[in-house]
């Protein structure tokens, strides 16, 4: 039901044989990571000691990278990699004395390592901010077009991942594939310009392992009848969630921005206009001037978001929003489960339809 | 420089008129092509970018109409004629002139909202491409000193049929010759209201769910009305996220809906 979408972005190389793979030791595999690092910025998961959630519990995040076996392979992050090509705020325009300029910024080359999902859901910002109403956003093209994508492998599904469910587990779309082995690394290049990289080490059929079936398999419904949005099932949000926008701010798909003015006290005649991250989900994302808001209800606004997420955005573009990380039920300090709030939305879709009939 | 859907054009105040405390007109040096229901953004530094709709268009300037009500808004209205602001557009969708050629045209408004209406307005009377064969303009306001655009509803009223109503007159010192209620109460003394009439309703949120119901209950066909949203945008472009409702962005496949699409539209 759920098409995934191709991205245009690597040149996939012409003669298959030579994409086959190759196997590495560690000290080859690093050697050719360090002429990496030469001409790239590389951003991967990265172990951060003592920073989880929980006491004496690690954080798996995203950052910068100076040697593979730097990279935390086997676990997810628990934000993603978006603000890399999406800042958390990132200057538009510069004021200086009724002047004005756009912002510059250093288009440092960057590699970022991504699972299947994450690079399905680069296609959506790509979707969002090259395509939607036909206009492009320069600020996100250029960080854009300086991303190169490197495929890591899921192990196994981590726990309320549905990526199998949302069509989002499987990606051709990525330069180099690396799998960490036992004794070295396995890799595969999709793409022409990481071929110098690489210039020792033997011949090998290398094909990524993606998920094939998710722990807890998803249905999502082809479409909703109107009475969804005045179903009870959204009161338990209202009761539950606290309105802190976690679950956008972790979510690879989530782009919405506000903008915003910011003056320098010592020089009122500089001031600059940002952009930064919006959630729908926190207080005032609709609030007009002259103080009409909507979607006052915190249960109205997990419908708004997540109906977007499997729905709205699909009857646009022709596939989910959502790619199935879990990462909001993950970061959620309520406990408020997406995945479980998909398979609530399709129970009460069965039922309607076999009232109806 | 980067091809910037965000930048806007520095253009000069040609003249403000003020209408109340509260809302004034800016005539600013555009050479914009919009059709009537477009809107602008409107961009002034250390405050930010809003929204505005189009409310006149003529061909070396355009008008917009604001009220003061934001932080942009009131630092707009320390501009004086000749200052200069930043303005990208026209966007969004537009009234549907060719669907009103002909026919018997309602147009209500509420407030501000006839600001809206306004090049619509001049483009049915004053235009002769798209003429509707009876036009009626109902438009309600709180109070008699909260009135806009009295010069054009004089010029309008020797033009076509028009009502003007207020809320209340309390407090007035001077006599008030329109009708006193609310919008929805004079919709019956639109004379010759039937399911073909078209209607274009623009206003608040409850004025307009009031009104649509009035509508119906006078026959008037769903398919015939069409109604402007107003929603928080913040990039005019289909960008920022904010005006989105369901699959549809306001600022992209609005502000003009038509009334069977806007009911299934559910913030």
Redesign the interface.
């Known amino acids: 039901m759920t098409k995934v979408h191709k991205l245009r972005e690597c040149k996939i190389y012409k003669d298959r044989a030579k994409m086959e793979g190759l196997k590495l030791n560690c000290d080859k595999a690093e050697g050719a990571f360090d002429r990496i690092i030469e001409d790239y910025k590389v951003v991967a998961p990265k172990r951060i000691a003592g920073k989880g959630r929980f006491s004496d519990m690690d954080l798996v995040s995203y950052d910068m990278v100076e040697s593979l076996s730097d990279i935390v392979f086997n676990d997810r992050t628990y934000f993603s990699a978006k603000s890399v090509f999406f800042p958390i705020r990132e200057t538009?325009?510069n004021?200086d004395k009724?002047c004005?300029e756009?912002a510059r910024i250093e288009e440092k080359l960057t590699i970022i390592f991504l699972r299947a999902c994450d690079i399905n859901a680069i296609n959506i910002f790509d979707t969002?901010?090259l395509k939607?109403?036909g206009?492009?956003?320069?600020?996100y093209k250029?960080r854009r077009e300086s991303v190169k994508i490197f495929l890591l492998e899921c192990p196994r599904p981590f726990a309320d991942c549905f990526c199998a469910s949302m069509g989002t587990n499987k990606t051709d779309n990525y330069s180099v594939f690396i799998r960490k082995e036992e004794n070295g690394y396995a890799i595969r290049i999709n793409d022409e310009a990481f071929m110098k990289y690489f210039s020792e080490g033997a011949k090998a059929k290398v094909e990524p392992h993606f998920i094939e079936d998710d722990l807890g398999a998803l249905n999502i419904p082809d479409s909703i009848d109107?009475s969804l949005?005045r179903n009870k099932m959204w009161e338990e949000y209202s009761q539950r969630c606290i309105a802190c926008g976690r679950c956008n701010t972790s979510c690879p798909t989530c782009?919405?921005?506000?903008?915003?003015?910011i003056?320098i006290e010592d020089n009122?005649q500089k001031?600059e206009?940002w952009?930064i991250w919006?959630s729908?989900q926190v207080k005032n994302?609709?609030?007009?001037?002259?103080d009409?808001d909507?979607?006052i209800l915190k249960g109205?606004r997990m419908r708004?978001k997540v109906?977007?997420k499997i729905i709205?955005?699909r009857?646009?573009f022709g596939f989910n929003m959502c790619v199935g990380c879990g990462r909001c039920d993950q970061v959620c300090p309520e406990y408020i489960g997406m995945a479980k709030c998909i398979k609530k939305i399709n129970e009460i879709c069965i039922a309607d339809r076999e009232e109806k009939l | 420089?980067?091809?910037?859907?965000?930048?806007g054009k520095a253009v000069k105040i040609l003249g403000i008129t003020k209408h109340t405390n509260m809302e004034r007109s800016f005539t600013l040096d555009a050479h914009i092509h919009g059709m009537p229901g477009q809107f602008v953004m409107v961009s002034l530094?250390?405050?930010?970018?809003?929204p505005i709709s189009i409310s006149g268009f003529s061909s070396t300037s355009i008008e917009i109409t604001v009220?003061n009500?934001?932080k942009v808004?009131s630092k707009l209205f320390q501009l004086k004629v000749g200052d200069?602001l930043?303005l990208r557009g026209p966007y969004g969708e537009s009234f549907p002139l060719e669907a009103f050629d002909g026919q018997h045209l309602l147009i209500i408004a509420g407030g501000t909202g006839l600001a809206a209406v306004k090049p619509l307005l001049e483009c049915c009377l004053d235009d002769d491409e798209y003429k509707p064969k009876k036009l009626n303009l109902l438009v309600g306001f709180k109070s008699p000193k909260h009135l806009l655009f009295k010069k054009e509803l004089d010029h309008w009223q020797k033009k076509g049929e028009v009502i003007v109503t207020v809320d209340t007159t309390e407090g007035e010192t001077e006599a008030w010759a329109g009708g006193i209620g609310f919008v929805v109460d004079f919709v019956k003394h639109v004379g010759g209201i039937g399911p073909e009439t078209k209607v274009v309703l623009v206003g608040?949120?409850l004025m307009i769910t009031n009104i649509v119901r009035e509508l119906v209950h006078n026959n008037v066909r769903e398919e015939n009305i069409w109604t402007s949203f107003?929603?928080?945008m913040?990039?005019g472009?289909?960008?920022?996220?904010?005006c989105?409702i369901?699959?549809k962005?306001v600022?992209?496949d609005g502000p003009v809906f038509n009334h069977v699409e806007a009911k299934?539209l559910?913030?």
């Open positions: 538009m325009f004021y009724g004005v756009d969002m901010f939607n109403g206009y492009q956003d320069c600020y250029r109107c949005f782009t919405c921005f506000t903008v915003q003015d003056t009122m001031s206009r952009r919006s729908c994302f609709s609030l007009l001037a002259g009409h909507f979607r109205d708004y109906l977007h709205d955005f009857k646009t | 420089m980067m091809n910037n859907i965000y930048a530094s250390h405050a930010g970018e809003i009220r009500v934001g808004t200069k930043h608040p949120p107003e929603r928080h913040k990039c472009v289909g960008k920022c996220g904010h989105r369901r699959d962005y600022c992209l299934s559910i913030d």
